[in-house]
């Protein structure tokens, strides 16, 4: 932002000689447009041109499925033909998408749609799996002996793990610290560690050879197909050891087109209540209810042809089979057909789901059908993770008591208002008194409580921060395009929603029964800022710090009068030029903060240090970065809590 000063500018808002003036595309404060896309890599059942030609097909999943566009790809034979798709995966942090054939791995720019490299591998290709911060990738050899660690912004290869398992599929886990690498020759999935990149475990032995598998999102259980098996099994994570084994009943086997197993394909619903399994002889989609370790059959969908692979959309709402029908998950009914530019039906084993907030990617799914549930009343060595229910959340509420629209896509009650969870992350060595300091977060478009935690590394932030506090993160509008904070912007509400996480807490024994909150900070990202200015207005319960991620859009009377309210009360305004009007805000809020004679401070992120943000009580921090990835990447959340002027250390 060539108009801000590369310096700090303390105790009133220096103007340059041009003026101090936002970019001239930057008019109005708005947020960026998002799209959700579905990308099919093609070929991606064998080498078959007929299921939708050779490229990336770009569906738009808010519009039934629509076509969108073909992006050209490379990935050719010997011959100069199109090879066979073997695995798909995204990495937000080099913003590429990456597609394995039998021979090669290539590099794709997401936001310039073009190659940025495509390199061959020894032994050639399988499914890969990139890990959570998008840094390395590990590609299996085409059922061969090894596993190679690749560098996701070079290719170049960093590590080899040799198991002479017939390397096939890999799921990289969700806390970073392990990877699961399924050979096609063995009857047990290995477990390595990402650090040293040695087995950690082996889990098994199960039936026949793993195929096919996923795990759920607490790492604590995988569920594998097998050869010779119509049904799956399921292992424990932490002991090893196999601990069921499902048939389906009531179908019979046969002859299947392509894999050689009854069972090519099982995706656990995010939630982890569904395990659903593809029937290639039947042409079906078998579901089973899943309550701990309990698995119960529970229905079957018709397909229009031999499902070879299955995964969900990260919201739960639609089961994607490898045959291009999607089936609503909750009706259990298909609602669209996957069809290209020339109306031709899509079939493909590989793809993946991408949110954009403009032309950046800013989320993505995964091509294996993973487990997404939050860690109910999880203990680890560093924290304990509670969740709750509260009716004192935002939703549900007669706000969005019926379908919202919003850029031509309806949002229903039912999926994105109706959730009233809360986190709680309370630090391992949590010293609590008669007062308990609270951080509040909210998240903005497009998230729910526990992506948003996962995405933006909010629990390693916070517990690296070293706080005595509690973390409590309530949900908003799930997964939706929605700043509405529902019944959080009545009077009182926030008091309530309080008083209920304290009673949880004591009713956990996590706090003194006569305990009571102590100061309470708000924090949030983009969409957050109306729920947060509401709540400092009429939340009837007193804040004392509020740090926002590139979110002021508006409401600044609020959040005006909140400052002036207190000489002690601390703001920071983390923001950017891509955030769709923020600058133009801060700005806005700047030159109020001026005529009303109150010192504030303008720093460069670059500038940014702990003397300036403990000497600063309202202080706006410009960034030259995207608007999601300010608040991890590096740790930015975290600096703000170690320099809060009212959070204690452990």
Known sequence: MNKYFRKIVIGWLVLSTTGFSAPAFAQSAKHPSFHHYLYIAAPGVRNYLQYGGHGLLVFDMDDHFKFVKRIATGGLDRDGQPSNVKGVAVSLYTHCIYISTLESMQCIDLITEKSVWEKKYDAGCDRMSVSPDGKAIYLPSLEGDDWKVVDAKTGNVLHRIVLHSGAHNTIYGRDGKKVYLEGLKSDYLAVVNTKDQKVITRVGPFADHIRPFTINGSQTRCYVNVNGLLGFEAGNLQTGKKIAHIEVKGFKTGP?????????????????????????????????????????????????????????????????????????????????????????????????????????????????????????????????????????????????????????????????????????????????????????????????????????????????????????????????????????????????????????????????????????????????????????QDGQVPVQEVFLFDALYGETGKYLNWIYQDPSHHFIHWFTNHGGGTDVVSDTVMQQLKKQQTDFALTEESAINPHIMKNNRILFVHSPREHNVIINNPDDFQLLLENSFVLRPL
């Open 256 to 536: 299947v087109k392509r894999h050689g197993c009854p069972s090519h394909g099982i995706a656990l619903s995010p939630d982890e209540k569904e395990i659903w399994l593809s029937d290639a002889f039947n042409e079906t989609a078998h579901v089973f209810a899943l309550q701990g370790d309990k698995i119960t059959q529970k229905t079957s969908v018709k397909l229009s042809d031999q499902p070879g692979w299955i995964t969900f959309s990260l919201d739960g709402k639609y089961a994607m089979p490898s045959t291009g029908d999607i089936i609503d998950a909750a009706k259990k009914t298909i609602c669209a057909t996957l069809r290209d530019e020339k109306g031709n039906h899509v079939q493909s084993e590989k793809m993946v789901e991408i949110y954009f907030a403009g032309a950046k990617p800013v989320k993505a799914g995964d091509q294996f059908g993973i487990g997404r549930a939050p860690v109910l009343a999880q203990d680890t060595r560093e924290f304990q993770a509670i969740h709750f229910t509260s009716s004192h959340t935002s939703f549900p509420d007669t706000g969005r008591a019926k379908d919202y629209l919003y850029d031509s896509v309806l949002y229903s009650p039912a999926v994105h208002y109706s959730d009233s969870s809360v986190l709680l992350i309370i630090p391992e060595h949590l010293k609590p008194g008669h007062h308990i300091d609270l951080i509040c977060w909210f998240h903005g478009w497009h998230n729910n409580i526990d992506t948003a935690a996962e995405f933006y590394q909010l629990t390693k932030q916070f517990i690296a921060s070293n706080r005595n506090a509690i973390l409590v993160l309530p949900e908003t509008a799930k997964n939706a395009p929605d700043s509405y904070g529902g019944k959080l912007e009545q009077p009182g509400m926030f008091k309530s929603l309080v008083h209920d996480v304290m009673e949880e807490l004591k009713k956990k024994k996590v706090v003194p029964a006569k305990a009571v909150p102590g100061n309470v900070v708000l924090a949030g990202h983009s969409g957050a800022f109306r729920v947060i200015a509401h709540i400092l």
